[in-house]
């Protein structure tokens, strides 16, 4: 039996791709047990193998072919034992299949129904094709990032799928389980990236609200605007992170680089003469170089790493937020956030082969 604080839940996700996945696993990592239904037959060109797929880790697998009423009535069955359910249809597709909210709740009315999509479940959009690019660039999120006078930059699929899909489905779910435990009733959690990318700019529309935010790229505190908040190019053609924003900071960046003669912090009129020198002293030396002089500051320098040094970072290492779990050695994040008293495993289960576990759910959950 799972550990962590969802010890006992169980979660039924249909299968799919990108933010309910993840989302299922972060209930995975803190405990629940999470069935996935997969379908039958090949999977999703866009998708790692399944043996690889780590956003399905630590689930169980039951694989069933949702077009025949065998395999509705076993997700429906599951549903009945479980006190979530996840999907990622367009809307309409999960009614279509006869797995919907209305058929799923008639049998179980205390569930959660977890819906995940890009435009959510109604407007002029619900039922348009869309992607992590296509949600933030309505909302306003895609407009913000990038330089001045330059176009917009794809911040990969973070902010949108991730940040403003997964973590609010995830939100939402436990949320509506508080509820459901209060009044034995269900609901239906229709989380929408644009809704929580939308969400997540909360603190650049407060900013604009106060005429403290220019609605341009590159050109305020936080957005590459300032020059001591920006990567800077050093001498083996790597990176260095710069976030001295407050003023002790700033003036620990610059005595620890021997700029005495720098500008004011907030002489804007001089940014671009502070942003020449700074690029020009960090092209002296290498990013490590940096990295080593500016260790034990509060200058908020760092190191950019790519995806396959992270890991070896020693904050990073001694945290252990990276972990290789898995007979492939996989280098993968560790569960978070972390717990005092109801930890969760500290490696996660490998993912499952699709209907590796069919036998084995159905016996446990007591589905016939």
Known sequence: MSEGPLRGL???????????????????????????????????PIAPPPAGDLTNRGKRS???????PEGVELVLALTERAQVLIEGFRPGVAERLGVGPEQVLARNPALVYGRMTGWGQEGPLAARAGHDITYLARTGALHAVGRAGGPPQVPVNLLGDYGGGALYLVVGVLAALRSAEATGRGQIVDAAIVDGAAHLSMILHSLLAAGLWRDQRGVNLIDTGAPFYDVYRTADDRYVAVGALEPQFYAELIATLGLD???????????PQL????????????????AALFDGTDACVAPVLSLAEAPADPHLAARRTFITAGDNAAVQPAPAPRFSASAPPATPGEPPLPGQHTAEVLAEWGVA
Do not use: H, N, Y
């Open 10 to 44: 169980r979660v039924v996700e249909l299968a799919g791709i990108g933010p309910g996945p993840f989302a299922a696993m972060l209930l995975a990592d803190l405990g629940a047990d999470v069935v996935r239904v997969d379908r039958v037959g090949p999977g999703s």
């Open 261 to 271: 003669d720098a500008p004011e912090q907030f002489d804007v009129a001089r940014w």
């Open 275 to 290: 942003r020449t020198r700074l690029a020009e002293t960090f092209a002296t030396r290498s990013r490590d170089e940096w």
């Open 62 to 68: 039951v694989a069933a072919d949702l077009k025949t």
